[in-house]
């Protein structure tokens, strides 16, 4: 989910507060606006373009990315969530830009559900083996996290009108009718 304002945050909350038959609900949610301008600007996922550049643009990146997650699970809680924030940094790491061992991550995750809590992930900047430093997509840790959880559904909202063949707003662009899942995770657009 990205949110533009509280009020976008607060009108998806329904979509995050626990249900009875099915209390673990956990959200995870891209930088929206925030964090890819930084992120962008020093080359962060690919590792910085210099080591200087590459801590800047780490802190710079990680600054707004958490003041949006803040700005999320605030609007959460108003609405009577139980939404805590799990930030991917140090818990979560890459190795050439490729999701490592996410069993820390998982495992915090487990404990806020177990307590009844709704935990908020958001896209990251974390430490990666090869490159220094890199980002964690949404995308890439809800993958993480349903190669694990293997929960029933995985829901997206998103500010567009379903999934695209590429970026929305590119000449071309198609929407696709519906995806299938194969049990092992793989996926393939639905003939």
């Not at 995870?28 to 962060?44: D, L, N, P």
């Not at 690919?46 to 003041?67: H, I, L, N, Y």
């Not at 695209?164 to 995770?185: M, R, T, Y």
Request: glycine share 10%; aromatic share 6%; proline share 5%.
């Amino acid at each position: 989910m990205t949110c533009g304002s509280k009020q976008d945050c607060t009108a998806a909350a329904p979509f995050a507060r626990p249900r009875a038959n099915h209390s673990m609900t956990l959200q995870v949610h891209g930088a929206g606006s925030y964090g890819h301008f930084q992120a962008s600007q020093y080359g962060v996922a690919r590792g910085g373009t210099d080591p200087a550049a590459a801590v800047q643009g780490f802190v710079e990146t990680r600054r707004s990315v958490t003041q949006l997650n803040h700005a999320v699970v605030s609007a959460l809680i108003d609405a009577g969530v139980p939404a805590v924030g799990l930030s991917p940094c140090g818990a979560w790491s890459c190795s050439g830009r490729q999701l490592q061992d996410a069993s820390a991550a998982v495992a915090a995750v487990q404990a806020a559900l177990a307590h009844h809590l709704v935990p908020v992930l958001h896209g990251d900047c974390v430490f990666d083996s090869q490159l220094g430093v890199t980002v964690l997509s949404g995308d890439a840790i809800v993958r993480g996290l349903a190669q694990a959880l293997q929960p029933r559904y995985c829901v997206f909202l998103a500010d567009v009108a379903g999934l695209h063949s590429k970026p929305p707003a590119e000449p071309g662009a198609q929407l696709i009718a519906a995806v299938e899942v194969a049990a092992d995770g793989s996926w393939s657009v639905a003939a």
